[in-house]
């Protein structure tokens, strides 16, 4: 089968490698409908150390299942199937608080941008689809965001406690960013300050709720939140960067005793989180990896009858052959999210 394999910074590669096949009665194998390349498989794309054997991508899929372990039930042959980024067995004493990143079975999703991909722990990740969603349906995006990146979203603005009565700010106009937008709005915020500087990218911020836009950075950037938030800053920020710059622009922008809520990946190994930056003035910092199985249920609804389109974050389209070239794409921001069709 064709997969792409990352090799070093910069070095994606379409090859043909074996069908993977079931190595524990927990597993199951699908036949990949959509996957994507994601905005973390740039940190790689960026700083991959070169690799003899290669690391298989993607971590975003919907596929129809080929084959189950013995372990697996509940689920049949050709059934269309969203899987989280992180899987976990959804029993563990973690999982069942809603918290699949932390299974104590739980491991991460690699290999989806491929014709096939192995799921470890299939019983509990696995997420059917109803029976009329088909290959066709151009709910496809929008319910692959459910994987990975609106699901994340939702996690930052619930991790940050947002709700009507919040002023939120979400830092970074990538597809986790404007989803994060989209999730504040949905959960009621009436003010949401978008700090990005991308037009097409902002622009898609305000269709999804956004009240206002803050291009720039730095101390510039932090002085405009506060004159949006009469000099207080905002209950809430959504930092859906991960890089220390838009940590420092959290501190600046939040208000006293509000909520940094973190779902970018970290770039950095020591984050000034210090008796003097978050103590003195009550400021609580949340966020991690989202859980994102565990919303799956409660935000399906919205897009089946169309209320919200998530899936507008994908720009560009690509068969597998062309997903080096969409890594490009998004590298150099001609591309916000590539939705990759085998």
Known sequence: MKANIMYAAGDVRVEEVPVPQLQEPTDAILKVVVACICGSDLHPYHNMHAHEHGEAMGHEVIGRIEEMGTSVSGFKKGDLVIVPFAVGDNTCPFC???LMTSCVHGSFMSGCQAEFVRVAQAQGSMFKLPDE????SPLLPSLLTLSDVYGTGYHAALMGGVNENTTVTVIGDGAVGLLAVLSAKKLGAKKIILMGRHKIRTDLG???????VVPERGEAGIA?????TNGEGTH????????MSAYEMS?????????ISRVGVPQYEEAPVGFVSLFG???KLAGGPAPTRAYMEELLPDILDGTLEPGRVFDVTVDLDGVPEGYRAMDTRQALKVLVRP
């Open 133 to 136: 969603i088909d290959e066709e």
């Open 206 to 212: 305000i269709e999804f709720g956004a009240t206002d």
């Open 251 to 259: 501190l600046g922008a939040v208000r006293a005793g509000g909520v």
């Open 236 to 243: 809430v920020v959504l930092e859906c960067v991960g890089l």
């Open 281 to 283: 003035r009550n400021i």
């Open 96 to 98: 069942r608080e809603g």
């Open 224 to 228: 405009k939140v506060r004159e949006l």
